[in-house]
Every structure is written in C-alpha cells, then in structure tokens.
C-alpha cells in the first residue's frame, strides 16, 4: 500500500532574488513539493549512506524536494530542507536561460508546467547541500548560454559539469566555488579562461577541452591538486611553464591542438600515467618522458616527429621511444607527407641536439643564418679534440648529423661530458653533450 505522509516544513528562505516572481515561484514550488510525499517516490542513491542523486533515468524522481538526505527506503521520511539557497541559484539557472519543458529533455517531472529548480539538470545532495550538478545537452538535453552571477553561493558543491552547452562567457564570482574538486566546462564557445582560475585549488579534475581557446593562463600552476587535465581539441600553440608545477597529475590529454613543442620539464610530472599528444605539430619529443618512470602509455600519432623533406627518419627517432616500459602508440604513424617543405632559412646561428643524455647516439641540429665554412668537432673535457664531424662548406639552412659516440677512428668513447663546437666565419657556439652507458 502506498503510504503518503504530508509534511509541512518551514523554510529560512534569504532569497538572492530582487524578484518578486521569482520569490514566488520559488514558495510556490517549495508549497506544492512538500505534499503528498510518499517513501515509493523518495529516489534513493545506493552506496551513499547519508546523500541522494537526483539521476534523469529514474522513474521515481518526480517528487525531488526534501530528499536531501538520502533516507533509507525502510525508514520513515523524515523533513528535511534542501538549502534554500542553494534552490534559488537553480531557480536562477532556470529563469536567466528561459529553460521551459520544451527546451530540455522530459524535465517536468510532475507535469506541473515548468522546470522547477530540482528539475535542473542532474543534482546530487548531501545532508541538505547541493553537491553535484550535472547541466548540458548530455546531461537532461539542457542547452544554456549563461550561468547565474549567485553560483558562488553554491558553497558545498564539489562537481559541476556544463560541458555542451553554448557558454561564451563565465562571471568572475565562479572562481570563489572554493569547493569545487571536480570541474568540465568542455564543448561550449569560451575563448580564454580568467587567471583567476588558479583560485580553485581544490580541483583535482578540469576539463576545458572542445573551446577555441589559445592560451592557458600561468596561474594554473596553483592547482597543485590537479590529478587528470583535459585540454584536448583547442587551439593551443603553447603551454605554461607552470603547467610542469602540477606534479600530482596522472593523465594529461593535450591532443587535437596547435603545439610545435613540448618543454622538457615535462619530466617534473613523476606521477603521470597517461600523456596524449596526438594531432599537433611536434617534430620532437623532450628527453625527460624516457625518465617517467610511472608513464604507463604515450599517444602521438598525427604529428610530424622525426619527418625531413616530407617523410620520416626513422634513424633520428630515440633508442628511449623504442625501448622503453611504456606504450607508445603512433610513433610511425606520423603526417609527414603533410608538411610542407620549404626553403627555410634561419635567423639566428644555433645548435641544439637530440637526445640528450644520449646512448649510443645523438642528433645534432644546427641552424646557419648564411652559407657558411662550418667546422663541426666533438671535444672531451679536458679540452682533446675526440672527432670532427664536419669541416666543409655548408648553405644556409637547418642541417642535422649524427654523432654516434666513437672518435676520429671509430673507436668507442667512454662515457661523459663532451663539447661539440660549431665554427664558422660569423662566430662559434659549444654544446654540452652527456654519454650514458
């Protein structure tokens, strides 16, 4: 037998509202939730002993209001108020994006004609505070452009999805949600996202990914808690030193966007598990991911590494990307017929090389500004000269030769430091080289 109790409850309502339809639309839900309530209707979330999900499949969520403390099904309902607070920033959510029942996806629960605040997107609620709030085209078939200036007084909250909605801009009160732990704002139309954003250092999950935004700002390195990054499908053509300050991570998902590099302090992230590159425009990999020793899979098909003259060179690839404890996949399966080839000339004279530390070998890349006599020679520390690599003229242009770590009669050389130095008539650079074996 369905047992209904009636329940009258006192609410100490400080509404954030000047509106007064909005006053009572809210005392009108809150009226009409608070009857007729039967245990059969209570929507329980299993696995929480003092919490209550509001999830969009469930067939008894239509009565939603003061179940904000999960009571169990063999109990009887005890009243218990939802923050009235938090209610009026869903009511806000509702009126500032004009959401009506034919504008999301079955919503209107109890059929009364509106969206009411609970009926807001998929909610979770923990001892009367909201702390889970699901809103977007995948989440209830919502699609909001604007979110509430109020939202920071979701004091509790410690998910919030908005991902797929059409959100171009965020009101600086969102980044004082200091509770926020959990946070996708992904596959809307933002363009940048505020510095202040490092103010929420309690996230361990950010998802911005699917936006057209260029750039990250460098305050991100405060979130020093941050465990899984998702900044995918951007438009990316660089990343913030401080970004390598988030030591904590375990995946970091760059793919799909417009980087030329990765820094070696890349190698700062010891507990990373999981680093996606796939689809940008990297001609090399830092050294340093050889030396995460918790990197359990690297993604980085779609790029240019290692490709000359429009195809690749499988002798520059690194011995550590082919043996390593790792999963690599796309290490041939690179867009170098895609790149365009070109007579560059560089504007500066520069030398760098490849891996470095290197075993057995190295790749030394050196750019010439102007056709140049090039002396090229390897030198040990006490100055010897050990191998001179080239001594000829050379073009202007981006060269590269390998140094296989042998002298000048191909006999091994021990390992070390080693100096290459590059002459030419407009001056001499040294680089320092270090052998491992």
Known sequence: MNKSIIIGVAFSFNCLFSN???????????????????????????????????????????TLTNLCNGNPTDSLFVSSDCDSIDLSILLAFVDL?????????????DS???????????????????????IGQYRGGFSIGQIPSQINGLSSLETLYLSYNHISSIPPSFWSIESLESLFIAGNDLNSISDSIGLLINLKELGLYSNPIETIPS?????????????????????????????????????FNQLTEIDNAIGKLEFLEELYLTQNNLTELPDSIQYMSNLSSLWIEQNFLYCVDGVQDTSLIPDWLL???????????????EME???????????????????????????????????LTVYNIMGQEVITLINTTKQAGVHTIKWNGTNNFDAPVSSGMYFVRMATQNGAITHKVLLMK
């Open 112 to 134: 009364n004609g509106i969206v009411d605040p609970v009926e807001m997107g998929q909610q979770e609620w923990e001892q009367g505070r909201l702390i889970e709030l699901n």
């Open 341 to 375: 080839v070109v007579d560059y000339v560089p504007s500066k004279f520069s030398m760098i090389s490849f891996p470095n530390p290197f075993n057995p070998s190295t790749t030394i890349k050196y750019d010439l500004p102007t056709n140049s006599e090039t002396n």
């Open 323 to 337: 043996n390593n404890n790792f999963l690599v996949t796309g290490i041939y399966e690179q867009n170098c017929s």
């Open 20 to 62: 007064n339809t909005g006053n009572a639309r809210l005392e009108l839900f809150l009226d009409t939730k608070n009857a007729n309530l039967s245990i059969e209707d209570t929507p329980i979330s299993l696995g929480y002993s003092n919490s209550i999900t509001v999830r969009r499949g469930q067939a008894n969520a239509k």
């Open 219 to 255: 305050s991100i390195g405060n979130l020093t808690n941050m465990q899984y990054l998702f900044l995918f499908e951007m438009e990316l053509t660089t990343i913030p030193e401080s970004l390598w300050n988030l030591t904590a991570l375990v995946r970091l998902d760059l793919d």
């Open 97 to 109: 994006n004009n959401v009506t029942p034919d504008s999301c996806n079955s919503c209107d629960y």
